[in-house]
């Protein structure tokens, strides 16, 4: 999915974390980019959503670290997706 840098900053204190990217894949076709924590690279949370636009993105992700250990970024149609994701997302960013 990006084709040029990615990368997450973590605040364990604060309990957030923040993705930025730029080289993003255009999805088109009513697609968005989805970011999801994933809990030692096995169960993943959804998180924000991204416009399919490609470039340069970036997103505060929703919700408490808890126990992740990477965030996950997975295409999906406009206007969300399935909560519980059931591929491997094609691209991993471990912190």
């Known amino acids: 999915m990006p084709s040029g840098p990615a990368g997450v900053v973590t605040s364990r204190q604060k309990r957030r974390a923040a993705f930025a990217a730029t080289g993003l894949t255009c999805l088109g076709g009513g697609k968005v980019h989805r970011l999801r924590y994933a809990d030692n690279g096995t169960a993943l949370r959804s998180g924000p959503l991204l416009p399919g636009a490609g470039g340069r993105q970036g997103r505060v992700l929703l919700g408490p670290l808890c126990r992740a250990a990477a965030v996950g970024i997975t295409a999906e149609p406009r206007g969300g997706g399935p909560k ?12």
């Open 84 to 95: 519980q994701q059931t591929t491997t997302p094609p691209g991993v960013v471990q912190f």
